[in-house]
């Protein structure tokens, strides 16, 4: 029997231009039923892809092919936060029956623009509605012609696709790939006979073929349904999606829908989503567990309630302001999404603690906005100053404005346990004034060896303190990218040594698992050389994950030594020491001295042998040679 591509026609209200019974509708369904025909009826014979971290692009085709994407990734591209709300038929109070769970919703006085509104006080531009759960009794919030399990008469997601679009939010629509939880409360959610019965022949929905079949149709269904949808936001993969082609489907019939996918970074997807991790230091830092490099588009989805599941459970659980303000300030300063989640109640509000929390962000974050709103993270591929671990306990990140280069904001999530400033690494920016960014004020400030000092602050904020830091265009003290030629001891094929001097931090060198590892870089002539400035690839957290035992698994530098020579011939070992594992660019010093030939060994890198994926897999993407460093102070 041919393999259905989905219902083309659907009850119930939609947005967008009704497709059925149109001139679009016949284009559409000619479409499916050719796709049908022709690549659903034969699985691919390469069976399921694997996750695009375990397969290395060429030097020629870098991992940054995401870097601009296509312009259906312009919306998360340009988004600082978004919000993920799980609710469903086992919201609590938990319902058995679909349309008690309908009737209490509207009962309640569920109103779509309730979430759109509570959206606009985070600043979020997308909101992710996570109703299809495996936990939370596979609810589908429109009406359905697709029988196997709740699905509503009232068109609550149409409802809020209108209500959101209308402020200028897109709405993105959770998919689970999991069958394993259908009986989870006692009694079945998933509806075998109903579904066998639609298509003809048996088919079992509590297995993993059965499911993604299932689930399959229903992605075909939203697409025609739903014309103003934004995207799907993937729960894993299902086995039958992969082997039927379903996101080049998608990409065929709806280019303009975005994809993202939970904890697995596949090519076709649009955006890599890390899920919430707990235990960093400092506790907000999320960041120190992301394992996807910039540019990908990548989010991380976190719980804003302490405690608790990801959906209501009957409590108001408390709310950490500092944390989560921490949080958003963290993810924007390494370019990361936020994906906040709340837990809706059956009627669609949040408990008391989550909307006071809603409420404050409505009046916090204004006055900064424009150092987290079209910005990207500093310190790494866009330039800035050093993110992370300052003076006396201080900690935080940076943004560098995407329409002036020269424009950086300095984040303060933790202040200085002593004294009233902070000292950040400059990475050759020379400043030329400081102010406050919520005041306006002018602050003194001086550099000198690397360092920016900004002194006398008297105005801290409890959650982030931010300064503007006005800049000149070009960086100082620094070789050209191109000027230096690197070569290396060992090198992966499509990644060499080459590409650690080539200004381009979408291409990187990878030692083919070789340690020690050694690259020298060569000036040319005999030059003034004060300090190496690392951009190791950002594809390994610096958080020990529970996962792994808490046993390390970042793949950055750990014992490394330095030597300088002027001939090539002899040289002189000036540094040995230890690489601290953290994110952004790290530094090494090696004083006053002069070379043409500089030699950097990597003995050791951080991964234990208990992380194969990680142990002694050293790669890193830039590596610039300094000669000195700019000088200057004022107010």
Known sequence: MKRSTGPLTRRGPRTGTPATRTGAAVVWA???????????????????????????????????????????????????????????????????????????????????????????????????????????????????????????????????????????????LYMTDDPKWHSEQGFTTLDSAAYSAHKGRPVDLTTRPGFGEYSYDLFFEVMEGYRELAGFWIDNDNEYWEQHGLYEQIRRLRPDMTLSNNNEDTPIMDMVSHEQKTGMTPPYDQPSAIWTPMP???????????????????????????????????????????????TAMVDGRFPPQQQRFTDFMK???????????????????????????????????????????????????TRPVRGNAVRVRDNGHRVRRVTDLRTGERLAFDQRDGTLTIRGITRWDPY???????????????????????????????????ALSDGDFTTYWDSAAQLPAGVTLDLGRTKKVRFLGLNQREWSPTYNRETFGRAE???????????????????????????????????????????????????????????????????????????????GGGR
């Open 30 to 172: 000619a479409v499916l039923a050719l796709l049908g025909g022709v690549l659903l009826a034969t699985p691919s014979a390469a069976g399921p892809r694997a996750p695009a971290a375990t397969a290395a692009p060429s030097a020629a085709r870098p991992a940054a092919e995401h870097a601009q994407g296509p312009d259906r990734q312009r919306m998360l591209r340009d988004a600082t936060a978004g919000l993920f709300l799980h609710w469903g038929m086992f919201t609590r109070p938990l319902h058995t029956d679909c349309r008690a769970w309908e009737k209490a919703v509207t009962d309640g006085g569920w109103d779509a623009r309730y979430w759109v509104d509570e959206a606009k006080k985070l600043r979020a531009s997308y909101i992710v509605l996570a109703t299809f759960h495996s936990r939370l009794g596979y609810a589908r919030p429109w009406p359905s012609r697709v029988p196997g399990s709740c699905a509503t008469e009232r068109d609550i997601l149409g409802e809020l696709i209108t209500a959101a679009r209308a402020r200028g939010i897109e709405v993105i």
């Open 296 to 342: 990908r588009l990548t989010e991380s989805c976190y719980k804003v309630p302490d405690t608790g599941a990801w959906w209501y459970d009957g409590q108001d659980r408390p709310v950490s302001t500092g944390l989560n303000v921490g949080r958003y300030i963290a993810n924007a300063g390494t370019s990361i999404k936020s994906l906040m989640n709340l």
């Open 363 to 413: 009046g916090y974050l204004p006055p900064i906005w424009k150092s987290l709103s079209g910005v990207d993270g500093g310190g790494y591929m866009y330039g800035g100053m050093q993110p992370g671990a300052w003076n006396d306990g201080a900690y935080g990140y940076l943004t560098v404005s995407r329409e002036d280069r020269t424009r950086s904001y300095v984040h303060v999530t």
């Open 464 to 498: 982030d303190t931010v300064f503007t830091v006005d800049t000149l265009p070009d960086r100082e003290g620094v070789y050209p990218a191109r000027s230096v030629r690197a070569t290396a001891t060992s090198a992966k094929e499509g990644f060499p040594a080459t």
């Open 553 to 631: 698994d970042s793949a950055r530098i750990k014992d490394y030594r330095v030597a300088l020579s002027r001939n090539g011939t002899t040289w002189e070992t000036v540094r040995t020491a230890v690489l601290e594992s953290a994110r952004g660019t790290r530094f090494i010093d090696l004083g006053e001295r002069s070379a043409r030939y500089v030699r950097l060994t990597v003995d050791t890198t951080w991964a234990s042998a208990s992380v194969p994926r990680f142990h002694r897999q050293l790669q890193i993407d830039e590596i610039q040679v300094g000669h000195g460093h700019p000088r």
